[in-house]
């Protein structure tokens, strides 16, 4: 009798002991990882880098490495390298890329460039297509920037068309380059198409052109369908940038996935990700999924 309760107690402590366990274990919340922030790595050996990022914790990424010419990611085809990714855990996501310049090249041109890249990228998979900056041309004048959205508007209609979104990423520029008393970057998001075009937000960049994220996400709800997760260096390490703040505003912005990119280490390159990512992880205003 003895031996049965002790058996009993045993039995339900160690089911207690399980439920807090379950209960405590940290949940892999889905960020993805912009891959330009181990190029250095990457270039040295890409196998072992996306090894690193998958056991930092992130649960896809976005791509920096598009060769037009060649048609190619990282020196593969667009299916090698999303089985590469996928046998590792890793969806792929989005992709940077960047197109000729519409103020000089011929419409033409530019759009048979566009065609390719989109027929390239079908076979990655992607979902997201983003253009990561503007030639100079854009920040010259009200009608080279007019120039962009035209282009962007069209470029977006062919991505629908193809089953991808296209978005425009910004940095610092876009936030202090004036026309006519408009911000560029109010000018695009005013003269863009949104069922054509969306915005990354970097809440990085925009901070330092002088315009917090919160502000841009809640004056144009359901432009930001992808942020740009980044601080000075490690996310949250510099203190300069409320992330709570600007994650609050997620439902509002339209946001769907939020990517880590980092340009600047203080640990080593996968130290450093792993950083970024277990403090995003560990943040209880991050939710699990905002794609669902």
Same mark, same amino acid.
């Given at each position: 009798?003895?031996? @049965?309760?002790?058996?009993?107690?045993?039995?339900?402590?160690?089911?207690?002991f399980s439920m807090v366990s379950c209960a405590t274990e940290p949940? /892999?919340?889905?960020?993805? #990882?912009?891959?330009? $922030?181990? @190029?250095?790595?990457?270039?040295? =050996?890409?196998? *072992?880098? #996306?090894?690193?990022?998958?056991?930092? %914790?992130? *649960?896809?990424?976005?791509?920096?490495?598009?060769?037009? /010419?060649?048609?190619?990611?990282?020196?593969?085809?667009?299916?090698?390298? +999303?089985?590469?990714?996928?046998?590792?855990?890793?969806?792929?996501?989005?992709? !940077?890329?960047? %197109?000729?310049?519409?103020?000089?090249?011929?419409?033409?041109?530019?759009?048979?460039?566009?065609?390719?890249?989109?027929?390239? !990228? #079908?076979? *990655?998979?992607? #979902?997201?297509?983003?253009?990561?900056?503007?030639? +100079?041309?854009?920040?010259?004048?009200?009608?080279?920037?007019? %120039?962009?959205?035209?282009?962007?508007?069209?470029?977006?209609?062919?991505?629908?068309?193809? %089953?991808? @979104?296209?978005?425009? !990423?910004?940095?610092?520029?876009? &936030?202090?380059?004036v026309f006519d008393d408009v911000v560029l970057y109010d000018y695009?998001?005013?003269? *863009? =198409?949104?069922?054509?075009?969306?915005?990354?937000?970097?809440?990085?960049?925009?901070?330092?052109?002088?315009?917090p994220a919160v502000e841009y996400l809640e004056k144009y709800p359901?432009?930001?369908?992808?942020? !740009?997760?980044? =601080?000075?260096?490690?996310?949250?390490?510099?203190?300069?940038?409320? &992330?709570?703040?600007?994650?609050?505003?997620?439902?509002?912005?339209?946001?769907?996935?939020?990517?880590?990119?980092?340009?600047?280490?203080?640990?080593?390159?996968?130290?450093?990700?792993?950083? $970024?990512?277990?403090?995003?992880?560990?943040?209880?205003?991050?939710?699990?999924?905002?794609?669902?």
């Open positions: 009798m003895v031996r @049965r309760i002790l058996t009993t107690i045993i039995m339900a402590t160690a089911s207690v949940v /892999q919340k889905e960020i993805g #990882l912009q891959l330009y $922030s181990i @190029r250095d790595q990457i270039n040295e =050996d890409l196998d *072992t880098s #996306l090894d690193a990022v998958a056991q930092a %914790g992130y *649960t896809f990424v976005e791509m920096a490495g598009y060769n037009a /010419q060649e048609g190619t990611f990282y020196g593969m085809s667009g299916e090698a390298f +999303k089985e590469l990714c996928n046998a590792k855990g890793l969806d792929v996501i989005s992709s !940077h890329i960047n %197109g000729p310049d519409p103020n000089v090249t011929p419409w033409e041109e530019c759009m048979a460039w566009w065609d390719k890249a989109i027929a390239d !990228h #079908l076979s *990655t998979g992607v #979902l997201y297509i983003v253009q990561p900056s503007m030639w +100079k041309s854009a920040y010259e004048s009200l009608e080279g920037l007019s %120039g962009y959205c035209e282009l962007f508007n069209a470029v977006g209609e062919k991505c629908n068309n193809a %089953g991808i @979104r296209f978005g425009y !990423h910004n940095h610092a520029h876009e &936030f202090t380059t695009m998001l005013q003269n *863009t =198409d949104p069922q054509k075009v969306f915005f990354q937000i970097d809440v990085f960049w925009s901070q330092v052109g002088g315009a359901g432009r930001f369908e992808l942020w !740009h997760v980044k =601080d000075d260096k490690e996310i949250g390490a510099s203190g300069k940038i409320d &992330f709570q703040a600007i994650y609050e505003k997620a439902e509002i912005s339209g946001l769907k996935y939020a990517i880590v990119e980092q340009e600047a280490f203080d640990l080593e390159p996968f130290e450093s990700i792993k950083a $970024s990512y277990d403090y995003l992880n560990n943040a209880p205003y991050v939710k699990e999924s905002y794609s669902e």
